[in-house]
């Protein structure tokens, strides 16, 4: 089988290193890839918004299946192109078409699709422009901190929490009638702050069927102690020690089952992966947000624990018999600890050269933002590279990766020493 997988960050680097270990696999394709998937397979220079250019690419290659890993391009509609061609409408497309990809390509949304089917989650309420007025006078109704998210996606950077109601008010000014987000703001989503503790849960889907894949918890803040801005994720751990199977059973039975069930209620057809991002309030499981991909960094935290051949269950999705496919985990512990720029998330340099991989020998290194120029490998983005152990148990993991990440050299480098260390 022939498989082309659509990204270049850490996440398209897992998928790449997983897919390639199946006996299906005949030949790897990823577009565009980065300086590392080229070790599992041929990296081809298509932005991963060019439907035309890969559909060429597609048919000219003799591709077998698709596997989107951002956002993106299944909010932008690729399985829809796929779908109303002729000529590729029998390849199948791992991901979400276009209505179902709305899930994370609107939070108003996704919001009313949770409480239409009582999948728990914050009260909310939605404004724009027509009713901006009562949005600020709503504002003075509700409890601190305040959450603001944006509607659309906005890179990462689209939800808020305010401390203030004058400040919240500003804001949700500055989100709608200054265009904060550009049109990912037109629509603000103004949501009740739940306190608790963050983690993630995958689940794969056919749209009937299901598989729960390992949870996560990733760490979003750049400073140690959970301190300073925001980022894509500096690190992630699988399994979720305070996860254990009656968190597990509640999130399946509350959250899981009913959005499948909802999916197919209303009529939304649904293949691919759905990440649960969820809020463990005094042991009570509440959905924060829906992506209709795999994360990043925690994807490279979970692929590695899965035992199964990655592509048969792919198969099971796109031929809609995944319920009798085999799936295993493995009981080790992962942790990844992701290697960034010096200044990110603000300014940063890129074409630093990147030295000493070769001599990581117990974790596994993935790439995320890397090309490659001269016959060396460099620097190409905020989040650089993602470094991954298994280990039998969380701290052996922590020691393992922390020193694998120290390992690796590029001028500024910067990564946290302290991911999971909140959970021992």
Do not use: W
């Not at 932008?76 to 994370?104: C, M, S, T």
Request: proline share 4%.
């Amino acid at each position: 089988m022939n498989i082309l997988i659509i990204g270049s960050g850490g996440r398209e680097s897992a998928f790449a290193y997983k897919i390639a270990k199946s006996p299906k696999l005949t030949q790897l394709y990823i577009a565009p890839g980065n300086a590392g998937t080229g070790q599992y397979g041929q990296n081809v220079a298509l932005k991963v918004t060019d439907f035309e250019g890969i559909a060429d690419f597609v048919l000219a290659n003799d591709v077998h299946m698709v596997v989107v890993g951002p956002e993106e391009p299944l909010v932008k509609g690729i399985h829809d192109y796929f779908l109303a061609r002729e000529d590729l409408n029998h390849i199948p497309v791992i991901g979400p078409q276009q209505q179902g990809a709305q899930l994370e390509g609107s939070k108003d949304f996704s919001k009313e699709f949770m409480f239409r089917h009582n999948i728990p989650t914050a009260a909310y309420q939605s404004f724009d422009q027509s009713n901006l007025e009562e949005g600020i006078a709503y504002l003075e109704t509700q409890k601190l901190p305040i959450v603001l998210k944006a509607d659309g996606l906005a890179a990462g950077k689209g939800v808020l929490i305010c401390e203030t109601i004058a400040d919240a008010q500003d804001e949700l000014r500055a989100m709608i009638a200054d265009a904060k987000f550009g049109d990912a703001s037109s629509v603000v989503v103004v949501e009740e702050f739940l306190k608790g503790i963050e983690l993630s849960v995958f689940v794969l889907t056919d749209g009937d069927s299901y598989k729960v894949l390992p949870s996560a918890k990733d760490y979003k803040r750049i400073g140690e102690g959970d301190t300073g801005l925001n980022t894509g994720g500096m690190g992630s751990i699988s399994p979720v020690p305070f996860a254990d199977d009656t968190f597990l059973n509640k999130v399946e039975e509350r959250i899981i089952k009913p959005t499948v069930d909802g999916l197919k209620k209303d009529g939304i057809p649904y293949k691919g992966f759905i990440f649960i991002g969820l809020m463990n309030v005094e042991g009570e499981p509440y959905v924060i947000e829906y992506n209709v991909r795999m994360g990043d960094p925690e994807t490279e935290s979970v692929l590695p624990r899965i035992e199964s051949d990655l592509v048969d269950l792919l198969e099971g999705v796109a031929k809609g018999d995944l319920e009798n496919r085999s799936y295993t985990v493995s009981p080790k512990t992962a942790v990844t600890v992701m290697l960034v720029s010096g200044g990110y998330p603000g300014d940063y340099e890129s074409g630093k050269e990147i030295n000493n991989i070769e001599n990581v020998e117990d974790s596994i290194v993935f790439h995320a933002g890397t090309k490659e120029v001269d016959g060396k490998v460099v620097t190409a983005g905020g989040r650089v590279i993602a470094v991954t152990t298994l280990q039998d148990n969380l701290f052996e993991a922590l020691q393992q990766a922390t020193a694998d990440a120290g390992r690796i050299f590029f001028e500024r480098k910067y990564f946290r020493r302290d991911i999971g260390f909140d959970l021992i």
